[in-house]
Nanobody, 120 residues
């Protein structure tokens, strides 16, 4: 079974920091792009940050300069360092990976999500 497991969410005060982690199953043939999405109360799911296999990144305008996405290919893990958090960052954060099942087949994986609450 292939899956993504997130960790690191929780309650933090405005201006604080959190680091999210997402570990992929070790038996995945190859992991391609990885990303973090989020869905806040009453909002649609949106892309927060994406990272390619070579490490190139892109971010939503709302998090540029505050969030950093990184990955450890050997550990099949992606991270999201979130600094200067704001109440509007409150959301369920979902890990995403585009993976190769073998040489020919690819698919998309989503984690179950981890809740981040920014509140005083």
């Amino acid at each position: 079974q292939v899956q993504l497991v997130e960790s690191g969410g929780g309650l933090v005060q405005p201006g604080g920091s959190l680091r999210l982690s997402c570990a992929a199953s070790k038996n995945i043939f190859r992991i391609n792009d990885m990303a973090w999405h989020r869905q806040g109360p009453g909002n649609e799911r949106e892309l927060v940050a994406r990272i390619s296999t070579t490490g190139s990144t892109n971010y939503a305008d709302s998090v540029k300069g505050r969030f950093t996405i990184s990955r450890d290919n050997a550990e099949k893990t992606v991270y999201l360092q979130m600094n200067s958090l704001k109440p509007e960052d409150t959301a369920v954060y979902y890990c995403y990976a585009h993976i190769s099942l073998d040489t020919y087949r690819t698919t998309e994986l989503w984690g179950r999500g981890t809740l981040v609450t920014v509140s005083s």
